[in-house]
Protein backbone atom coordinates (compact mmCIF):
# COMPACT_ATOMS: atom_id res chain seq x y z
CA UNK A 1 0.00 0.00 0.00
CA UNK A 2 1.30 3.57 -0.63
CA UNK A 3 0.36 6.53 1.12
CA UNK A 4 0.00 10.22 -0.36
CA UNK A 5 0.92 12.73 2.02
CA UNK A 6 -1.62 15.66 1.96
CA UNK A 7 -0.68 18.77 3.95
CA UNK A 8 -2.59 21.80 4.66
CA UNK A 9 -1.43 25.01 6.37
CA UNK A 10 -3.41 27.30 8.79
CA UNK A 11 -2.35 30.15 9.29
CA UNK A 12 -3.08 31.92 12.29
CA UNK A 13 -1.72 36.38 12.72
CA UNK A 14 -2.44 38.50 14.83
CA UNK A 15 -3.12 42.43 13.58
CA UNK A 16 -1.29 44.22 14.71
CA UNK A 17 -3.87 47.55 14.83
CA UNK A 18 -3.68 50.12 17.43
CA UNK A 19 -7.51 49.08 18.89
CA UNK A 20 -9.77 46.03 19.49
CA UNK A 21 -11.65 44.66 16.37
CA UNK A 22 -14.72 45.49 17.56
CA UNK A 23 -14.42 48.70 19.79
CA UNK A 24 -12.46 51.60 20.40
CA UNK A 25 -10.23 50.12 23.18
CA UNK A 26 -6.20 49.94 23.58
CA UNK A 27 -4.67 46.59 23.20
CA UNK A 28 -1.18 46.97 24.66
CA UNK A 29 0.56 43.81 25.21
CA UNK A 30 1.75 43.94 29.10
CA UNK A 31 -0.74 46.69 30.37
CA UNK A 32 -2.22 46.71 33.60
CA UNK A 33 -5.28 43.99 33.95
CA UNK A 34 -9.05 45.72 33.23
CA UNK A 35 -7.14 49.01 31.75
CA UNK A 36 -7.93 48.66 28.58
CA UNK A 37 -11.80 47.63 28.43
CA UNK A 38 -14.38 49.95 27.44
CA UNK A 39 -17.79 49.36 27.67
CA UNK A 40 -17.85 47.52 24.42
CA UNK A 41 -15.52 44.61 25.18
CA UNK A 42 -17.71 44.44 28.65
CA UNK A 43 -20.68 44.07 26.81
CA UNK A 44 -22.94 46.58 29.10
CA UNK A 45 -26.31 47.20 28.07
CA UNK A 46 -26.87 48.95 25.45
CA UNK A 47 -22.99 48.84 24.01
CA UNK A 48 -22.60 48.09 20.04
CA UNK A 49 -19.45 46.87 18.49
CA UNK A 50 -18.10 48.58 15.62
CA UNK A 51 -15.67 46.93 13.38
CA UNK A 52 -12.40 48.26 12.96
CA UNK A 53 -11.70 49.37 9.63
CA UNK A 54 -7.95 48.65 9.80
CA UNK A 55 -8.28 45.36 11.00
CA UNK A 56 -10.25 44.68 7.43
CA UNK A 57 -6.99 45.99 5.53
CA UNK A 58 -4.79 43.86 7.28
CA UNK A 59 -6.70 41.05 6.62
CA UNK A 60 -7.42 41.27 3.12
CA UNK A 61 -3.71 42.45 2.18
CA UNK B 1 -52.06 80.41 28.47
CA UNK B 2 -53.75 79.41 31.71
CA UNK B 3 -51.49 77.51 33.97
CA UNK B 4 -54.07 74.89 34.06
CA UNK B 5 -53.91 73.76 30.60
CA UNK B 6 -50.35 73.97 30.66
CA UNK B 7 -50.71 69.91 30.89
CA UNK B 8 -53.06 69.67 28.08
CA UNK B 9 -51.06 71.85 25.18
CA UNK B 10 -49.09 70.16 22.76
CA UNK B 11 -45.13 70.55 22.44
CA UNK B 12 -45.91 72.69 19.86
CA UNK B 13 -48.08 75.00 21.56
CA UNK B 14 -45.44 74.97 24.72
CA UNK B 15 -42.65 76.44 22.51
CA UNK B 16 -44.25 78.90 21.17
CA UNK B 17 -45.21 79.93 24.83
CA UNK B 18 -41.62 79.57 26.18
CA UNK B 19 -39.69 81.35 23.46
CA UNK B 20 -41.94 84.47 23.52
CA UNK B 21 -41.42 84.35 27.42
CA UNK B 22 -44.92 84.11 28.57
CA UNK B 23 -43.86 80.62 29.74
CA UNK B 24 -40.93 79.96 31.47
CA UNK B 25 -39.40 76.30 31.42
CA UNK B 26 -39.32 76.44 35.28
CA UNK B 27 -42.91 76.87 35.62
CA UNK B 28 -43.35 74.31 33.13
CA UNK B 29 -41.22 72.11 34.48
CA UNK B 30 -42.58 72.30 37.95
CA UNK B 31 -46.51 72.19 36.78
CA UNK B 32 -45.17 68.60 35.09
CA UNK B 33 -43.48 67.66 38.08
CA UNK B 34 -46.76 68.15 40.75
CA UNK B 35 -49.05 66.77 38.13
CA UNK B 36 -46.31 63.19 38.36
CA UNK B 37 -46.45 63.28 42.26
CA UNK B 38 -50.65 64.02 42.10
CA UNK B 39 -51.52 61.63 39.56
CA UNK B 40 -48.53 59.10 39.33
CA UNK B 41 -49.12 56.97 42.39
CA UNK B 42 -52.71 55.75 41.17
CA UNK B 43 -51.25 55.13 37.32
CA UNK B 44 -47.61 53.75 38.08
CA UNK B 45 -46.36 55.31 34.73
CA UNK B 46 -42.79 56.79 36.37
CA UNK B 47 -40.57 54.44 38.16
CA UNK B 48 -38.31 56.94 38.22
CA UNK B 49 -38.24 61.09 38.85
CA UNK B 50 -35.55 63.35 38.54
CA UNK B 51 -36.81 66.27 40.48
CA UNK B 52 -33.55 67.81 41.14
CA UNK B 53 -31.81 67.83 37.96
CA UNK B 54 -34.73 68.21 35.75
CA UNK B 55 -34.92 71.85 37.67
CA UNK B 56 -31.46 72.38 37.15
CA UNK B 57 -32.06 71.39 33.70
CA UNK B 58 -35.24 73.84 33.44
CA UNK B 59 -33.11 76.89 34.92
CA UNK B 60 -30.28 76.37 32.16
CA UNK B 61 -33.33 76.24 29.45
CA UNK B 62 -34.66 79.55 30.92
CA UNK B 63 -30.96 81.30 30.64
CA UNK B 64 -30.90 80.41 26.85
CA UNK B 65 -34.50 81.30 26.04
CA UNK B 66 -33.95 84.70 27.95
CA UNK B 67 -31.27 85.08 25.50
CA UNK B 68 -32.97 84.23 22.43
CA UNK B 69 -30.79 80.99 22.41
CA UNK B 70 -33.71 78.73 21.83
CA UNK B 71 -34.00 75.87 19.80
CA UNK B 72 -37.01 73.82 18.70
CA UNK B 73 -37.07 71.78 21.66
CA UNK B 74 -35.70 74.08 24.52
CA UNK B 75 -37.46 74.20 28.14
CA UNK B 76 -39.86 70.91 26.86
CA UNK B 77 -40.31 68.62 29.81
CA UNK B 78 -39.62 64.89 28.50
CA UNK B 79 -39.85 60.87 29.72
CA UNK B 80 -37.86 58.49 28.78
CA UNK B 81 -38.47 54.93 28.46
CA UNK B 82 -36.69 53.09 31.58
CA UNK B 83 -34.97 51.37 28.37
CA UNK B 84 -32.59 53.95 27.03
CA UNK B 85 -29.31 54.38 29.12
CA UNK B 86 -29.34 57.26 31.68
CA UNK B 87 -25.88 58.65 32.83
CA UNK B 88 -26.31 58.68 36.46
CA UNK B 89 -29.79 57.56 36.18
CA UNK B 90 -31.01 54.10 37.14
CA UNK B 91 -31.76 52.06 33.84
CA UNK B 92 -33.56 48.85 34.56
CA UNK B 93 -35.78 47.82 31.80
CA UNK B 94 -38.65 46.98 34.56
CA UNK B 95 -36.42 43.84 35.54
CA UNK B 96 -34.82 43.01 38.60
CA UNK B 97 -31.64 42.05 36.79
CA UNK B 98 -30.84 45.50 36.21
CA UNK B 99 -32.80 46.83 39.23
CA UNK B 100 -29.49 48.67 40.16
CA UNK B 101 -27.76 49.19 37.57
CA UNK B 102 -26.56 52.83 36.67
CA UNK B 103 -25.11 53.36 33.48
CA UNK B 104 -21.92 55.74 33.21
CA UNK B 105 -23.16 56.53 29.54
CA UNK B 106 -25.86 58.11 27.64
CA UNK B 107 -27.78 56.74 24.89
CA UNK B 108 -27.54 58.76 21.51
CA UNK B 109 -31.21 59.68 21.69
CA UNK B 110 -30.32 60.87 25.31
CA UNK B 111 -28.05 63.15 24.29
CA UNK B 112 -29.33 64.39 21.35
CA UNK B 113 -32.59 64.93 23.33
CA UNK B 114 -30.71 66.97 25.92
CA UNK B 115 -28.34 68.92 23.36
CA UNK B 116 -31.96 69.88 21.69
CA UNK B 117 -32.78 71.63 25.29
CA UNK B 118 -35.30 68.87 26.34
CA UNK B 119 -35.67 68.69 30.43
CA UNK B 120 -35.58 65.07 31.68
CA UNK B 121 -38.24 64.76 34.09
CA UNK B 122 -37.71 60.70 35.28
CA UNK B 123 -37.90 57.49 33.36
CA UNK B 124 -41.15 55.67 32.42
CA UNK B 125 -42.47 52.45 33.23
CA UNK B 126 -42.63 49.12 30.19
CA UNK B 127 -42.91 45.80 30.16
CA UNK B 128 -39.20 43.75 31.41
CA UNK B 129 -36.73 43.96 28.57
CA UNK B 130 -39.45 45.07 26.46
CA UNK B 131 -40.91 41.67 26.53
CA UNK B 132 -44.80 42.22 26.47
CA UNK B 133 -48.43 44.10 25.44
CA UNK B 134 -49.52 45.43 28.42
CA UNK B 135 -47.06 46.55 30.66
CA UNK B 136 -48.04 43.77 33.24
CA UNK B 137 -44.62 41.77 33.38
CA UNK B 138 -42.92 44.89 34.96
CA UNK B 139 -40.87 44.62 38.34
CA UNK B 140 -42.07 47.90 39.67
CA UNK B 141 -45.57 46.71 38.91
CA UNK B 142 -48.64 47.78 36.32
CA UNK B 143 -49.29 50.61 34.76
CA UNK B 144 -52.84 51.77 34.52
CA UNK B 145 -54.20 53.11 31.36
CA UNK B 146 -55.11 56.66 32.71
CA UNK B 147 -58.67 56.44 30.40
CA UNK B 148 -59.92 53.39 32.34
CA UNK B 149 -57.62 52.06 35.37
CA UNK B 150 -58.85 48.65 35.49
CA UNK B 151 -57.15 48.02 31.62
CA UNK B 152 -54.07 48.13 30.53
CA UNK B 153 -51.99 50.84 28.94
CA UNK B 154 -50.43 48.23 26.22
CA UNK B 155 -46.84 47.77 25.82
CA UNK B 156 -44.18 47.20 26.14
CA UNK B 157 -43.67 51.41 26.01
CA UNK B 158 -46.64 51.80 28.30
CA UNK B 159 -45.41 53.73 30.83
CA UNK B 160 -44.53 56.43 28.68
CA UNK B 161 -48.04 56.26 26.40
CA UNK B 162 -50.14 56.58 30.03
CA UNK B 163 -47.92 59.66 30.79
CA UNK B 164 -47.86 61.69 28.02
CA UNK B 165 -51.51 60.35 27.88
CA UNK B 166 -52.36 61.87 31.50
CA UNK B 167 -50.38 64.91 30.96
CA UNK B 168 -47.28 64.06 33.00
CA UNK B 169 -44.71 65.58 30.11
CA UNK B 170 -45.71 66.89 26.23
CA UNK B 171 -42.67 64.05 24.64
CA UNK B 172 -41.66 60.64 25.87
CA UNK B 173 -39.57 57.98 24.08
CA UNK B 174 -40.76 54.75 23.27
CA UNK B 175 -39.26 51.91 21.56
CA UNK B 176 -40.83 49.37 18.64
CA UNK B 177 -39.85 46.19 18.47
CA UNK B 178 -43.25 44.24 17.06
CA UNK B 179 -45.54 47.21 17.97
CA UNK B 180 -44.30 48.41 21.30
CA UNK B 181 -44.79 52.35 20.56
CA UNK B 182 -47.94 51.95 18.37
CA UNK B 183 -49.83 49.71 20.42
CA UNK B 184 -49.68 51.46 23.73
CA UNK B 185 -50.06 54.91 21.76
CA UNK B 186 -53.24 53.14 20.34
CA UNK B 187 -54.44 52.12 23.21
CA UNK B 188 -53.60 55.68 25.18
CA UNK B 189 -55.12 57.73 22.60
CA UNK B 190 -51.73 59.55 21.59
CA UNK B 191 -49.54 59.65 19.06
CA UNK B 192 -46.50 57.03 18.61
CA UNK B 193 -43.84 56.92 15.47
CA UNK B 194 -41.74 53.61 15.10
CA UNK B 195 -39.63 54.97 12.20
CA UNK B 196 -37.58 52.89 9.92
CA UNK B 197 -35.00 50.79 11.00
CA UNK B 198 -31.71 52.60 11.32
CA UNK B 199 -33.25 55.94 10.90
CA UNK B 200 -32.67 56.47 14.93
CA UNK B 201 -29.34 54.86 16.95
CA UNK B 202 -29.56 52.44 18.53
CA UNK B 203 -26.62 52.56 20.83
CA UNK B 204 -26.81 52.88 24.42
CA UNK B 205 -30.60 51.17 23.98
CA UNK B 206 -30.75 48.57 25.92
CA UNK B 207 -31.06 45.42 23.10
CA UNK B 208 -34.22 43.41 22.69
CA UNK B 209 -33.66 42.15 19.45
CA UNK B 210 -31.47 43.97 17.24
CA UNK B 211 -32.78 43.93 13.43
CA UNK B 212 -36.39 45.21 14.82
CA UNK B 213 -35.97 47.00 17.90
CA UNK B 214 -35.83 51.41 17.03
CA UNK B 215 -36.50 54.33 18.80
CA UNK B 216 -39.19 56.81 18.40
CA UNK B 217 -41.58 59.79 19.65
CA UNK B 218 -44.54 59.30 21.76
CA UNK B 219 -46.60 62.33 22.02
CA UNK B 220 -49.67 64.00 21.54
CA UNK B 221 -49.65 64.92 18.18
CA UNK B 222 -47.51 64.09 14.45
CA UNK B 223 -46.43 67.99 14.76
CA UNK B 224 -44.76 67.08 17.69
CA UNK B 225 -43.49 63.83 16.80
CA UNK B 226 -42.31 65.43 14.18
CA UNK B 227 -40.34 67.71 16.15
CA UNK B 228 -38.54 65.45 18.20
CA UNK B 229 -37.92 62.68 15.09
CA UNK B 230 -35.98 65.45 13.63
CA UNK B 231 -33.46 65.54 16.78
CA UNK B 232 -33.59 61.74 17.22
CA UNK B 233 -32.90 60.77 13.68
CA UNK B 234 -29.33 60.71 11.66
CA UNK B 235 -26.63 58.61 11.26
CA UNK B 236 -24.40 57.64 14.03
CA UNK B 237 -20.97 56.00 13.83
CA UNK B 238 -21.03 53.95 17.25
CA UNK B 239 -24.41 51.97 15.77
CA UNK B 240 -23.25 50.38 12.61
CA UNK B 241 -27.06 50.00 11.86
CA UNK B 242 -27.80 53.48 11.78
CA UNK B 243 -28.33 54.34 7.89
CA UNK B 244 -26.15 57.32 6.58
CA UNK B 245 -28.60 58.59 4.69
CA UNK B 246 -29.96 62.42 4.51
CA UNK B 247 -32.46 63.31 7.42
CA UNK B 248 -35.49 65.61 5.56
CA UNK B 249 -36.72 68.35 7.23
CA UNK B 250 -39.74 66.26 8.54
CA UNK B 251 -41.67 69.77 9.42
CA UNK B 252 -41.30 71.30 5.98
CA UNK B 253 -43.90 69.72 4.05
CA UNK B 254 -46.25 68.38 6.65
CA UNK B 255 -48.42 71.13 5.68
CA UNK B 256 -48.54 70.40 2.34
CA UNK B 257 -52.01 68.94 1.02
CA UNK B 258 -52.20 64.95 0.43
CA UNK B 259 -54.24 65.22 -2.90
CA UNK B 260 -53.97 62.11 -4.56
CA UNK B 261 -52.22 60.26 -2.17
CA UNK B 262 -52.84 56.76 -2.41
CA UNK B 263 -53.98 54.63 0.56
CA UNK B 264 -53.88 51.09 0.58
CA UNK B 265 -56.08 48.74 2.83
CA UNK B 266 -54.75 45.60 2.91
CA UNK B 267 -57.35 43.00 2.62
CA UNK B 268 -56.01 41.06 5.27
CA UNK B 269 -56.29 43.51 7.60
CA UNK B 270 -60.20 43.44 7.32
CA UNK B 271 -60.88 40.28 7.26
CA UNK B 272 -64.10 39.16 9.32
CA UNK B 273 -62.51 38.19 12.43
CA UNK B 274 -61.60 42.17 12.72
CA UNK B 275 -64.03 43.44 15.74
CA UNK B 276 -67.10 45.41 13.65
CA UNK B 277 -66.86 48.57 15.44
CA UNK B 278 -63.17 48.35 14.77
CA UNK B 279 -63.55 48.28 11.65
CA UNK B 280 -66.11 50.91 11.56
CA UNK B 281 -63.58 53.67 13.10
CA UNK B 282 -60.79 52.57 11.53
CA UNK B 283 -63.08 53.18 8.18
CA UNK B 284 -64.62 56.46 9.47
CA UNK B 285 -60.86 57.46 9.53
CA UNK B 286 -59.55 56.97 6.20
CA UNK B 287 -63.23 58.49 4.94
CA UNK B 288 -61.42 61.72 6.45
CA UNK B 289 -58.43 61.01 4.56
CA UNK B 290 -60.03 60.65 1.38
CA UNK B 291 -62.15 64.26 2.40
CA UNK B 292 -58.36 65.33 2.29
CA UNK B 293 -58.62 64.12 -1.21
CA UNK B 294 -56.59 61.07 -0.58
CA UNK B 295 -57.94 57.51 -2.52
CA UNK B 296 -58.14 54.56 -1.27
CA UNK B 297 -56.76 51.58 -2.67
CA UNK B 298 -57.43 47.95 -1.82
CA UNK B 299 -53.89 45.67 -1.89
CA UNK B 300 -52.46 42.47 -0.15
CA UNK B 301 -50.80 41.79 1.89
CA UNK B 302 -50.75 37.80 1.63
CA UNK B 303 -48.14 36.65 4.17
CA UNK B 304 -50.13 38.76 6.27
CA UNK B 305 -50.65 35.10 8.31
CA UNK B 306 -46.91 34.00 8.63
CA UNK B 307 -46.18 37.35 10.67
CA UNK B 308 -47.16 36.30 14.32
CA UNK B 309 -44.89 33.00 14.17
CA UNK B 310 -41.88 34.73 12.35
CA UNK B 311 -41.52 37.12 14.35
CA UNK B 312 -42.09 34.72 17.46
CA UNK B 313 -39.11 32.95 16.23
CA UNK B 314 -37.20 35.35 15.13
CA UNK B 315 -37.55 38.29 17.97
CA UNK B 316 -37.25 35.79 20.72
CA UNK B 317 -33.61 34.21 18.95
CA UNK B 318 -32.19 37.86 19.04
CA UNK B 319 -33.39 38.10 22.64
CA UNK B 320 -31.78 34.91 23.60
CA UNK B 321 -28.05 36.18 22.23
CA UNK B 322 -28.46 39.54 23.45
CA UNK B 323 -29.72 38.61 26.98
CA UNK B 324 -27.19 35.95 27.59
CA UNK B 325 -24.81 39.05 28.92
CA UNK B 326 -26.85 38.80 32.07
CA UNK B 327 -24.79 36.73 33.61
CA UNK B 328 -24.51 38.33 37.23
CA UNK B 329 -20.51 38.55 36.47
CA UNK B 330 -19.81 41.73 35.65
CA UNK B 331 -23.00 44.25 36.35
CA UNK B 332 -26.74 43.55 36.90
CA UNK B 333 -28.32 41.35 39.58
CA UNK B 334 -25.83 38.29 41.10
CA UNK B 335 -27.74 36.10 43.16
CA UNK B 336 -26.71 35.66 46.94
CA UNK B 337 -23.88 33.07 47.58
CA UNK B 338 -23.00 31.53 44.88
CA UNK B 339 -21.16 28.09 45.00
CA UNK B 340 -19.64 27.33 41.65
CA UNK B 341 -19.81 29.37 38.22
CA UNK B 342 -22.34 27.43 37.07
CA UNK B 343 -24.58 28.09 40.03
CA UNK B 344 -23.76 31.53 39.52
CA UNK B 345 -25.22 31.81 36.44
CA UNK B 346 -28.23 29.45 36.72
CA UNK B 347 -29.78 31.64 40.34
CA UNK B 348 -28.69 35.10 38.88
CA UNK B 349 -30.72 34.47 35.72
CA UNK B 350 -33.79 32.26 37.35
CA UNK B 351 -33.90 34.59 40.18
CA UNK B 352 -33.40 38.09 38.05
CA UNK B 353 -35.62 37.51 35.02
CA UNK B 354 -39.07 36.93 35.06
CA UNK B 355 -41.31 34.23 33.63
CA UNK B 356 -42.14 35.96 30.06
CA UNK B 357 -38.34 36.90 29.62
CA UNK B 358 -37.57 33.60 30.60
CA UNK B 359 -40.33 31.97 28.39
CA UNK B 360 -38.99 33.58 25.42
CA UNK B 361 -34.91 32.81 25.96
CA UNK B 362 -36.27 29.18 26.37
CA UNK B 363 -37.76 29.32 22.90
CA UNK B 364 -35.06 31.96 20.93
CA UNK B 365 -32.24 29.43 22.14
CA UNK B 366 -34.45 26.11 20.87
CA UNK B 367 -34.82 27.84 17.58
CA UNK B 368 -31.46 28.33 17.50
CA UNK B 369 -29.83 25.35 18.54
CA UNK B 370 -28.35 22.87 16.34
CA UNK B 371 -30.83 20.83 14.59
CA UNK B 372 -33.84 22.75 14.82
CA UNK B 373 -32.26 26.03 13.25
CA UNK B 374 -32.77 25.45 9.72
CA UNK B 375 -36.66 24.47 10.79
CA UNK B 376 -37.32 27.54 12.46
CA UNK B 377 -34.97 30.47 12.43
CA UNK B 378 -33.29 29.88 9.05
CA UNK B 379 -37.38 29.31 7.80
CA UNK B 380 -38.27 32.52 9.76
CA UNK B 381 -35.69 34.80 8.32
CA UNK B 382 -36.98 33.28 4.81
CA UNK B 383 -40.60 34.03 5.45
CA UNK B 384 -39.36 37.55 6.91
CA UNK B 385 -38.04 38.31 3.23
CA UNK B 386 -41.65 37.42 1.54
CA UNK B 387 -43.40 39.82 4.18
CA UNK B 388 -40.82 42.09 3.20
CA UNK B 389 -41.42 42.03 -0.45
CA UNK B 390 -45.23 41.93 -0.06
CA UNK B 391 -44.75 45.29 1.28
CA UNK B 392 -42.56 46.34 -1.45
CA UNK B 393 -44.85 45.40 -4.23
CA UNK B 394 -47.87 46.42 -2.04
CA UNK B 395 -45.84 50.19 -2.62
CA UNK B 396 -46.24 50.16 -6.18
CA UNK B 397 -49.50 50.62 -6.18
CA UNK B 398 -49.87 53.24 -3.06
CA UNK B 399 -47.69 55.53 -0.78
CA UNK B 400 -49.11 54.82 2.37
CA UNK B 401 -50.65 51.66 3.71
CA UNK B 402 -53.49 52.09 6.80
CA UNK B 403 -55.09 50.19 9.12
CA UNK B 404 -55.56 49.37 12.70
CA UNK B 405 -53.51 49.65 15.35
CA UNK B 406 -54.50 46.98 17.26
CA UNK B 407 -57.51 44.35 17.37
CA UNK B 408 -59.16 46.10 19.88
CA UNK B 409 -59.20 49.01 22.69
CA UNK B 410 -57.07 48.84 26.07
CA UNK B 411 -58.42 45.04 27.99
CA UNK B 412 -58.49 44.24 31.30
CA UNK B 413 -55.09 43.72 33.72
CA UNK B 414 -54.69 40.05 34.23
CA UNK B 415 -57.37 39.32 31.57
CA UNK B 416 -54.56 37.94 28.82
CA UNK B 417 -51.79 37.15 31.42
CA UNK B 418 -52.47 33.73 31.46
CA UNK B 419 -52.68 33.18 27.69
CA UNK B 420 -49.44 34.35 26.54
CA UNK B 421 -50.60 33.39 22.58
CA UNK B 422 -53.60 35.67 23.21
CA UNK B 423 -51.22 38.46 24.26
CA UNK B 424 -49.12 38.02 21.39
CA UNK B 425 -52.22 38.46 19.03
CA UNK B 426 -51.98 42.66 20.16
CA UNK B 427 -49.79 43.08 17.70
CA UNK B 428 -50.71 41.73 14.91
CA UNK B 429 -50.96 44.24 12.71
CA UNK B 430 -47.79 46.21 14.13
CA UNK B 431 -44.98 43.45 13.86
CA UNK B 432 -44.77 42.39 10.51
CA UNK B 433 -44.10 46.48 9.82
CA UNK B 434 -40.90 45.67 11.86
CA UNK B 435 -39.78 42.54 10.31
CA UNK B 436 -39.73 44.53 7.44
CA UNK B 437 -37.88 47.38 8.81
CA UNK B 438 -40.76 50.03 7.61
CA UNK B 439 -41.55 52.99 9.33
CA UNK B 440 -45.14 52.68 10.96
CA UNK B 441 -47.41 55.00 13.18
CA UNK B 442 -50.68 55.36 15.19
CA UNK B 443 -53.01 58.03 15.73
CA UNK B 444 -56.06 58.73 17.59
CA UNK B 445 -59.00 57.87 15.75
CA UNK B 446 -62.27 57.96 18.03
CA UNK B 447 -63.40 55.94 21.28
CA UNK B 448 -64.93 52.83 21.21
CA UNK B 449 -67.17 52.53 24.51
CA UNK B 450 -64.80 55.87 25.55
CA UNK B 451 -61.31 53.72 25.15
CA UNK B 452 -59.04 55.29 22.51
CA UNK B 453 -58.62 53.71 18.94
CA UNK B 454 -55.52 53.95 16.72
CA UNK B 455 -55.60 54.28 13.09
CA UNK B 456 -51.96 53.21 11.61
CA UNK B 457 -50.27 54.47 8.63
CA UNK B 458 -47.64 52.51 7.43
CA UNK B 459 -44.71 53.96 4.75
CA UNK B 460 -41.82 53.52 2.51
CA UNK B 461 -38.27 52.96 3.91
CA UNK B 462 -36.91 56.25 4.90
CA UNK B 463 -40.68 58.06 4.34
CA UNK B 464 -42.02 59.54 7.68
CA UNK B 465 -42.37 62.61 6.08
CA UNK B 466 -45.03 61.42 4.13
CA UNK B 467 -46.88 59.66 7.59
CA UNK B 468 -46.38 62.54 9.33
CA UNK B 469 -48.02 64.85 6.53
CA UNK B 470 -51.25 62.25 6.10
CA UNK B 471 -51.20 62.44 9.77
CA UNK B 472 -50.88 66.08 10.30
CA UNK B 473 -53.58 66.74 7.55
CA UNK B 474 -55.87 63.82 9.67
CA UNK B 475 -55.27 66.26 13.04
CA UNK B 476 -55.89 69.45 11.44
CA UNK B 477 -59.40 68.06 10.14
CA UNK B 478 -60.56 66.01 13.56
CA UNK B 479 -59.97 66.37 17.15
CA UNK B 480 -59.45 62.51 18.72
CA UNK B 481 -55.98 63.51 19.40
CA UNK B 482 -57.52 66.42 21.70
CA UNK B 483 -59.37 63.61 23.89
CA UNK B 484 -58.26 63.69 27.27
CA UNK B 485 -59.04 61.16 29.88
CA UNK B 486 -61.19 62.17 32.59
CA UNK B 487 -58.57 61.49 34.98
CA UNK B 488 -57.12 65.13 33.23
CA UNK B 489 -59.12 67.18 35.12
CA UNK B 490 -57.77 65.27 38.38
CA UNK B 491 -55.76 67.25 40.77
CA UNK B 492 -53.10 69.72 39.19
Not at chain 2, 117 to 134: H, P, Q, R, V, W
Not at chain 2, 168 to 182: E, H, K, V, Y
Request: hydrophobic share 40%; aromatic share 6%.
Amino acid sequence: MSWEVVMGLEVHLQLATESKIFSGAANQFGAEPNEQACAVDLGMPGMLPVLNAQAIRYAVM
Amino acid sequence: MALDSLTAATATELVSELQARRLSATELTESCLNRISAVNPELNAVITVCEEQALKEAAEADVMLQRGDGGPLTGLPLLHKDIFCTRGVATTCSSKMLENFVPPYDATVVSRLRAAGTIMLGKTNMDEFAMGSSTETSRFGVTRNPWNMDCVPGGSSGGAAAAVAAGFAPLGTGTDTGGSIRQPASLCGITGLKPTYGRVSRLGIIAFASSLDQAGPMTRTAEDAALMLQVMSGVDPGDSTSADVEVPDFRSQMGDSIQGLRIGIPRQYFSPSLDTRMAQTIQAALDELVQEGAELIDIDLPHTEQGIATYYIIAPAEASANLSRYDGVRFGYRCGAPQDLTDLYERSRTEGFGDEVKRRILVGTYALSAGFYDAYFKKAQQVRRLISHDFKNAFEHCDVIAGPAAPGVAFGLGTKTQDPLAMYLEDIYTLSVNLAGLPGMSVPAGLIDDMPVGLQLIGRAFDEATLLRAAHRFQLRTDHHRARPALAEVAS
